[in-house]
């Protein structure tokens, strides 16, 4: 089964426009970190938002902001006002205990989000 | 810089030849990872260090690919024998610690080429 699931190959919105990017996650282990990268076309991978398996409230950094489902394993990135500068790959990923550590992020295929003018 | 850094950026090498890709992390990151990023495959998991330990290199393709990290800096992922299915980018990523909560910060990554 995949770890990471990203579901929407590609979404286009308007700019200025609120768009919801969505992730779902499966794993057993209730200590888990969740994060959002995006990679524009440059190829930088930049790391936007955070969200720990036993946070309370929904992550939110700027213009980003995470809705997350627990019972669901949803972690959405929500990116209000969009920007022309939001074009990008975005990546849902997953740090997980593997072992007696937690090592590598899972990533999910990614989304390719394009902001029209 | 501050940023985890890449060196080549662009790698250009003929099929059989070996391969040297280097990452210097973020001062004072303990933990270090390398990802390959390919057309269709996604970002895969390579090989990450604590310190100069590997504690999990289960993402390494074949024997041809090793990695290795010292004085708990600079890494060093090399490539024997290239073939061209290893033609991809190489990220490297550090992070404080290994902790589940830490980002992971990356570089801008190793174009490497196989002709």
């Known amino acids: 089964a995949q770890k990471i699931t990203q579901t929407q190959p590609g979404m286009f919105v308007q700019e200025k426009e609120a768009v919801t990017l969505d992730c779902t996650y499966d794993?057993?282990?209730?200590?888990?970190?969740l994060f959002w990268y995006k990679q524009p076309s440059s190829g930088e991978m930049i790391f936007l938002i955070y969200?720990?398996?036993?946070?309370?409230q929904n992550a939110t950094e700027g213009r980003y902001s995470l809705n997350f489902q627990k019972a669901r394993k949803s972690a959405n990135l929500v990116i209000s006002a969009s920007q022309l500068g939001d074009s990008a790959m975005y990546f849902c990923?997953?740090?997980?205990?593997?072992?007696?550590?937690?090592?590598?992020?899972?990533f999910g295929q990614g989304t390719i989000l394009t902001v029209h003018p | 810089g501050a940023g985890v850094s890449q060196s080549p950026s662009n790698k250009v090498t003929e099929k059989g030849k070996d391969v040297e890709l280097r990452c210097d992390p973020i001062?004072?990151?303990?933990?270090l990872y390398w990802y390959r990023q390919s057309l269709g495959q996604g970002l895969e998991f390579l090989i990450y260090?604590?310190?100069?330990?590997?504690?999990?290199k289960s993402g390494l393709p074949s024997d041809r690919f090793s990695a290795e990290r010292t004085g708990g800096s600079v890494s060093t992922l090399t490539i024997q024998r290239t073939q061209q299915e290893d033609s991809a980018v190489y990220l490297c990523?550090?992070?404080?610690?290994?902790?589940?909560?830490?980002?992971?910060?990356f570089g801008d990554g190793t174009r490497l080429s196989i002709l």
């Open positions: 990923a997953m740090r997980e205990r593997d072992g007696t550590s937690y090592g590598k992020l899972t």
């Open positions: 001062s004072g990151h303990t933990a």
């Open positions: 969200q720990g398996s036993y946070d309370q």
């Open positions: 990523a550090s992070s404080f610690t290994s902790g589940p909560h830490q980002p992971q910060h």
């Open positions: 260090f604590q310190g100069n330990s590997a504690p999990d």
């Open positions: 794993t057993s282990d209730p200590s888990y970190g």
